[in-house]
T-cell receptor
Framework: NAGVTQTPKFRVLKTGQSMTLLCAQD?????MYWYRQDPGMGLRLIHY???????AKGEVPDGYNVSRLKKQNFLLGLESAAPSQTSVYFC??????????????FGPGTRLTVT | GENVEQHPSTLSVQEGDSAVIKCTYS??????FPWYKQELGKRPQLIID?????GEKKDQRIAVTLNKTAKHFSLHITETQPEDSAVYFC???????????FGKGNQVVVIP
């Protein structure tokens, strides 16, 4: 199993450009999450999904959109990138139910720089 | 919503000594408390978790204790080794909630 994968690993954007980050998981997990990590700020939840076709806002959703058309994929979009969106983005997935229903499995991260 | 705070922000310990990181939480409904470890440039990974029906859980050199009355829980690392150097995140949630509230993280530096 590859677990949780993210593409791309690195990206540099100019202000105003758009891009999509792809997260894929092969563990048949119901829940998927997008976080951003900034120095001293910990992990902040952007958006999440509790199943195929569903999405919900997290703690810092402004400037981002998401889609979960397939269970294994969770896409994060930036329509008009801003320097404040320079960050490391982590995707995570989690099973529903079971012994550890809340363990989240993280992807390797995407480092995004907006100039 | 749940608010999780971690103290201290940075902790330096001599190799072989113990390290303790404490987290406080605000929501008395929280009943699940995991700890994640993130090495430099790597992804966060779960190292131990505890549920509110137990007060302490151990796994080799790491242990977590929970005090529900005071709303705090702590990570204990004994006999620290250089590979324990990392950022540690605590989190909290409650049964039926599929989100975790993370603390801001603690940098642990083990000095050889």
């Amino acid at each position: 199993n590859a677990g949780v994968t993210q593409t791309p690993k690195f990206r540099v954007l100019k202000t105003g450009q758009s891009m999509t980050l792809l997260c894929a998981q092969d563990m048949n997990h119901e829940y998927m999450y997008w976080y951003r990590q900034d120095p001293g700020m910990g992990l902040r939840l952007i958006h999440y999904s509790v199943g195929e076709g569903t999405t919900a806002k997290g703690e810092v959703p402004d400037g981002y959109n998401v889609s979960r058309l397939k269970k294994q994929n969770f896409l994060l979009g930036l329509e008009s990138a801003a320097p404040s969106q320079t960050s490391v983005y982590f995707c995570a997935s989690s099973p529903s139910g079971g012994r550890s229903p809340y363990e989240q499995y993280f992807g390797p991260g995407t480092r995004l720089t907006v100039t | 919503g749940e608010n999780v705070e971690q103290h201290p922000s940075t902790l330096s310990v001599q190799e072989g000594d113990s390290a303790v990181i404490k987290c406080t939480y605000s929501d008395s409904a929280s009943n699940y408390f995991p700890w994640y470890k993130q090495e430099l440039g790597k992804r966060p990974q779960l190292i131990i978790d505890i549920r509110s029906n137990v007060g302490e859980k151990k796994d080799q050199r790491i242990a977590v204790t929970l005090n529900k009355t005071a709303k705090h829980f702590s990570l204990h690392i004994t006999e620290t080794q250089p590979e324990d150097s990392a950022v540690y995140f605590c989190a909290a949630s409650y049964y039926g909630n599929n989100r975790l509230a993370f603390g801001k993280g603690n940098q642990v530096v083990v000095i050889p």
